[in-house]
């Protein structure tokens, strides 16, 4: 689990998974590593000799569910399974915590994300579509 040793790399890759799905982050990078510290909520990735290279992290259960979110590897070091064994480790730990579910939200337009996670044992429920107003 990511610690306050981590919380600068939380809050660069916060910011970071915001810019790739095109949205941009929900709340202050720096606010959110705090939260994610705090809280325990984010599963790290890490090689043999310690080093992180992707995160998942998990929102507060509501109703028995919990879901996976967000789930970032650095562009450099995609393809090399990591993020898959973070989703892994973020589900152990959600299961652990009492979830009944664990959920996540693909991006359809993704078949890479959305392929892992079917290999991992997660099933299409829903598709959901964002509107912006202004």
Not at 15 to 27: K, P
Not at 66 to 80: C, N, Q
Request: aromatic share 8%; hydrophobic share 45%.
């Amino acid at each position: 689990m990511a610690g306050e040793r981590d919380r600068e790399r939380l809050a660069r890759w916060y910011r970071e998974f915001g810019a790739a799905v095109g949205g941009g982050a929900v709340q202050d990078h720096g606010a959110w590593a705090d939260a994610q510290v705090a809280a325990g909520s984010v599963t790290l990735w890490e090689t043999p000799d310690g080093t992180p290279v992707a995160m998942a992290g998990l929102t507060p259960m509501v109703a028995g569910q919990i879901r996976v979110a967000p789930v970032h590897t650095p562009p450099h070091l995609r393809g090399r399974g990591y993020a898959g064994a973070a989703v892994v480790g973020a589900g152990r730990a959600a299961r652990a915590a009492g979830a009944a579910e664990v959920l996540l939200f693909a991006d359809p337009d993704s078949p890479t994300g959305t392929a892992l996670y079917q290999r991992l044992g997660y099933r299409p429920v829903a598709d959901f579509a964002e509107y912006a107003f202004r």
